[in-house]
């Protein structure tokens, strides 16, 4: 027998009180006086050894009571005399999470993570339900609870290895938080497919290196009974030097590419060698760069790209580490745009009253896109549309209205200035709509009014930090009155309603007009603080938007493509097809997107460098149970029932307190009943005597 509470055992030391109470000599009831009695002292009694314990019987059922309380109240249990099996086991709803991220690309890891999967997977009843899921960037379902359940028994342990002989490790980010998730996802389904209650199990897979993200797994809500097992794979070498894509920098002496060489902390192997190289000849660019670090250290490296290099697809290759999964870097160098700005007006480059000397002095240094000015003849008609825009300061004639028309709605951009109330009829005659007339607004120094700062072209003023345009001043105002019908948008308005700037759709391409000139003497917009901003913000539109990256880690492309769908090919497959898969592999790809194309690197992502292992403390932090959880009441009665049971649950199921305080007080009864016939035998002894 066993006990849940033991310290109760001590309350049998209590039966010494009934010992002692029977052993004392009791007085006699019936008292004699005597004349001589008066002159002594009573004396209490005392216990006679010589005697005999007075009522035996009594003792021993008062003696039982205090003994069956006690035992009661220490709970007992019994082991030895119960099956081991009464009722069924519950079944098990297992989700084993298999890390496929780049540091699983480490000698000796991947063979020891697929073998802990293989040994759970034998480990299964009959009954019990078993999902494999593949983490990375993504999270890929490798093996479904119903694809589980329609295997035989006999062939399930042969499926996982099949499954598992067929997968790799991948390039991508080690998102444990979104894998971990996603498995607690998969236990509501398992739960409902098994429509009975089951124990949930997680099993993951990992090398659990500081690099993952676990940071989603903060406040996620976790269910009864759920425990969380990490299984830890360890290198067949626990240090690793890797390099890692820090970026250019323009200086007057040309462009330098950057990169840091690190070593973890238990790296064993200090001399290392880096080397620029051309990653399409694998041809070598300059002289191999020798360090020396020790365990932990890190050093930034810059090569200077030739002029003749600038264009090509370039890598860096690390040399001297036993693991080469972060061994390269490749880098493409974006090509900026150009753009030929055409202005219309007659004006030169350093007339300080007209628009194109702000203008000049706008664009001056831009590195993408680059603006080149001419004057309005220069237009070309082959020129690519999005790499030409025009300003248009005069009157134009027929034929140059024309052609800005036509470049228009190819996908060009244009601006008119209303600098004079003709300006609004060369508008009208742009967008192609009639009854546009000019106005001039009421106030002399106008300012905006009103300005919507959803519109493209005030968007990049949305912030109220700076969307302050109060202190721009307009003294030469000129606005225009829009037909009901226009197809032009008013993004900006004077402080008197009256239009200031305006949107209009031209086939592809959009004309701007604005309600002014580009002057010191028509208003003070050139010199604010808004107007290099807006005329970039302007521009990057024109040339198809912000510039993309050319560069971005394996499974983190969507900045790269801008949101649009792209086709890819692999430089080492430079006559290959285009195809719209999306690469998984480190390296350089051409991307096609619309009639455009361009080279972009594909890098393995920096965390994977960081292989420190994670602490379980880390874990625990975020509330994963790592150890199993209280299961409902509901399912606490399946539970089985026999020596690997705990012992609240056996004392819980058995209540043996239950028959031990009924029969204290069953004892109790007939010690009463025996105590009250004793009382009344001995008051009918007395009264014979008397």
């Not at 020129?383 to 034929?399: M, Q, R, T």
């Not at 302050?468 to 900006?492: G, M, Y």
Request: hydrophobic share 45%; with cysteine.
């Amino acid at each position: 027998m066993n006990f849940l509470s033991p310290w109760f055992l001590v309350g049998a030391a209590l039966i010494i009180g009934p010992i002692l109470a029977h052993l004392i000599r009791r007085a006699t009831k019936t008292r004699v006086s005597f004349s001589a009695m008066r002159f002594l002292n009573p004396s209490p009694p005392k216990l006679d050894r010589r005697n005999r314990i007075q009522h035996p019987w009594l003792l021993l059922l008062r003696c039982f009571i205090v003994g069956a309380l006690a035992l009661a109240f220490a709970r007992p249990f019994l082991k030895q005399d119960l099956p081991t099996i009464i009722t069924p086991t519950l079944p098990l709803s297992v989700v084993a999470v298999l890390d496929e991220s780049a540091t699983m690309q480490r000698t000796g890891l991947w063979d020891a993570a697929k073998q802990k999967v293989s040994d759970l997977a034998d480990t299964l009843g009959p009954n019990d339900q078993f999902v494999l899921l593949g983490a990375s960037t993504g999270v890929t379902e490798l093996i479904s609870h119903d694809k589980w359940k329609a295997t035989p028994l006999q062939d399930r342990v042969n499926l996982v290895r099949a499954v598992l002989s067929t997968q790799q490790p991948g390039w991508g980010q080690k998102n444990l938080d979104t894998a971990i998730e996603t498995g607690t996802n998969e236990w509501e389904s398992m739960k409902e497919s098994a429509n009975a209650i089951t124990r949930m199990k997680m099993v993951v897979v990992s090398d659990f290196t500081m690099g993952a993200r676990v940071a989603g797994l903060a406040g996620l809500k976790w269910p009864n009974g759920s425990e969380v097992k990490m299984e830890n794979v360890i290198p067949t070498h626990e240090g690793d030097a890797s390099v890692q894509w820090l970026g250019w920098a323009d200086s007057d002496t040309g462009l330098t590419l950057r990169v840091r060489v690190g070593q973890s902390a238990k790296s064993t192997l200090t001399a290392l060698s880096v080397q620029l190289k051309d990653a399409q000849t694998n041809a070598a660019i300059g002289d191999v760069q020798k360090l020396t670090l020790q365990a932990g250290d890190s050093q930034i490296v810059a090569f200077p790209v030739p002029a003749d290099a600038v264009t090509k697809p370039l890598r860096v290759d690390l040399s001297g580490d036993q693991e080469n999964f972060d061994n390269t870097v490749w880098a493409v160098h974006p090509t900026p745009r150009e753009i030929t700005l055409i202005y219309y007006g007659g004006h030169a480059a350093n007339d300080i009253k007209h628009a194109r000397f702000y203008l000049e002095r706008a664009v001056a240094g831009w590195k993408d896109p680059t603006v080149k000015i001419t004057a309005g003849e220069a237009s070309r008609s082959d020129a690519k549309p999005g790499s030409e825009f025009f300003v248009v300061a005069g009157p134009l004639d027929p034929l140059g209205l024309e052609a800005v028309r036509i470049r228009l709605s190819l996908g060009d951009f244009g601006l008119v200035l209303l600098n004079d109330p003709v300006m609004v009829d060369t508008a009208a005659k742009l967008v192609q709509e009639n009854d546009w007339s000019p106005v001039k607004p009421t106030e002399k120094n106008a300012m905006f009014g009103q300005i919507d700062f959803q519109n493209p072209l005030f968007s990049v003023f949305a912030d109220p930090h700076y969307s302050d345009f109060t202190h721009i001043q307009f003294w030469q105002p000129q606005s225009v009155k829009l037909p009901e019908n226009t197809s032009a948008v008013v993004a900006a308005k004077f402080d008197d309603g009256s239009p200031a700037v305006i949107e209009a759709p031209i086939g592809r391409g959009r004309l701007i007009i604005w309600g002014g000139d580009w002057s010191t003497s028509a208003g003070n917009w050139v010199l604010s603080t808004k107007f290099i901003p807006w005329l970039q913000g302007l521009f990057e539109r024109a040339a198809g938007g912000a510039q993309r990256p050319a560069i971005a880690d394996v499974g983190d492309t969507a900045r790269m493509l801008g949101g649009q769908s792209a086709q890819w090919r692999a430089l080492a497959d430079p006559n290959g097809a285009f195809v719209e898969t999306t690469p998984t592999t480190p390296g350089v790809y051409e991307v096609k997107q619309g009639d455009t194309t361009r080279w972009v690197a594909l890098q393995v992502p920096t965390a994977a460098s960081n292989i420190t292992s994670m602490p379980l403390e880390n874990w625990e932090k975020l509330g994963v149970p790592l150890h199993a959880q209280p299961l409902t009441a509901a399912a606490a009665n399946f539970a089985p029932v026999g020596q690997n049971q705990t012992a609240p649950v056996l004392e819980a199921r058995q209540k043996l307190w239950r028959w031990l305080l009924l029969g204290a007080a069953l004892l109790l009864a007939l010690e009463s009943i025996y105590s009250l016939v004793l009382s009344r035998r001995s008051e009918h002894n007395n009264e014979a005597a008397a």
